[in-house]
Nanobody
């Protein structure tokens, strides 16, 4: 089992930056790929970014490329999502997720956090 707890969400203005963090416990964190997803009201959960177990390979959604950076610290069992140039369309609940092997499809992830709300005002 893996427990995931997100933090760092909040209300920001367009153009601001925000850093989300996800703390993991349980199964060996360093063996897991981690992903960030988001879900806006009335929309399906969508992929944002993912990182492999070593941190050596990352993948981003087109909407996140160039603005968001995913990173991990295997010594601290954390994965972060640094978000810059936030826009109102980035407003959503952001979730971190874990699985063995990097993937970008939400249904491929077994473990999920409870989510953290990010609201970007115009």
């Amino acid at each position: 089992q893996v427990q995931l707890v997100e933090s760092g969400g909040g209300l920001v203005q367009a153009g601001d930056s925000l850093r989300l963090s996800c703390a993991a416990s349980g199964r060996t964190f360093s063996s897991l790929a981690m992903g960030w997803f988001r879900q806006a009201p009335g929309k399906e959960r969508e992929f944002v970014a993912a990182i492999d177990w070593s941190g050596g390979y990352t993948s981003y959604a087109d909407s996140a490329q160039g603005r968001f950076t995913i990173s991990r610290d295997n010594a601290k069992n954390t994965v972060d999502l640094q978000m810059k140039s936030l826009q109102p369309e980035d407003t959503a609940v952001y979730y971190c997720a874990a699985r063995v092997g990097l993937a970008t499809v939400p249904t491929q992830y077994r473990y999920w956090g409870q989510g953290t709300q990010v609201t970007v005002s115009s």
